[in-house]
């Protein structure tokens, strides 16, 4: 399956979601004005705010799939990034709408027993999320989609939120009015929380950061193919799904040109096949043994 096919299935996962947010939220902001749930109501907006991130997601895989041109000689994987970019600010200015409002609520002591209805809307929710979770998680690693991967995080949070809504609504029918609103609270605080890792990975990936162990293993690979005697240096960053790699071998000084040239192609081969590295330049310079 080609590049293009595999950012049309993540396609799918972006739609799932959206439809699955559009309904829930709707539900859900119903639900909670009619039973009178702040918990309920923050979950309702948390759904709200990623139907716009799914958008998002959506918009990026899109772009994700234009060809190089001529100002974009490596494609345009990158806008994945951009995208779960855009969802984290969209994210963190709801959680932080919500945590605002939940705790007026409490310090105003305003608070009621939600109506049960608001109980089984969260738990239905709770189900549905989970379901999706599982979908777009397969997809996001079948298809190695930066963007669908974060939207499969959201999922599960979206599920656990649900969950915990559902358990603040059972304790305030017991008496306990607060864990409805602190439960609120809560739900704000996860949407954070979700939010800031999110931002974590996409800008780490934009600011050409790369896992350093990850890069101490492909180069301790390179050592290994035959001919390589040394790996003087080596660099590594990611361009959406895609990891490209420069690096500096040192090779027998006595090799001929086309020699030392088949040794770079057995390099880039293996990190093609071992590392899934769609660009590699390997650059070839005589070994010498006090180098």
Known sequence: ??????????????????????????????VAYIGDSE????????????????????IGLKISRKPPDSDHHYGHT??????????????????????????STLLNGETSTPSMLTAYTAIASAFVML????????????IQSSSLYAQSKDNLSDCLVSFGAFVGIIGAQFGA????????VIVGLIICKTAFEIFRDASHTLTDGFDQKELTNIKGSIQEVQGVKKVRDIK?????????????????????????HEISDNV????????????????????????
């Open 1 to 30: 399956m080609n590049e293009n096919e595999h950012l049309k299935r993540g396609e799918k996962g972006a739609w799932l979601s959206i439809t699955a947010y559009l309904v829930l939220a709707t539900a859900k902001l119903i």
């Open 78 to 103: 990158r806008a994945e990034s951009i995208a779960s970019l855009v969802a984290a600010f969209v994210m963190i200015t709801v959680g932080i709408e919500v945590v605002w409002n939940t705790v």
């Open 39 to 58: 918990a309920l109501r923050a979950d309702g907006l948390n759904n709200a705010t990623d139907i716009v991130a799914s958008v998002a997601v959506l």
């Open 236 to 260: 590594a960053r990611k361009h959406g799904k895609h990891i490209l790699v420069e690096a500096t071998i040192l090779v027998n000084p006595s090799l001929t040109v086309e020699e030392s």
């Open 268 to 291: 880039e081969d293996y990190l093609d096949n071992e590392f899934g590295v769609t660009h590699a330049h390997i650059h070839i310079e005589p070994y010498k043994k006090k180098t």
């Open 131 to 142: 379901g999706v979770y599982r979908y777009n998680l397969q997809l996001a690693r079948k």
């Open 177 to 184: 009015y607060w864990l409805d609103p602190v439960t609120g």
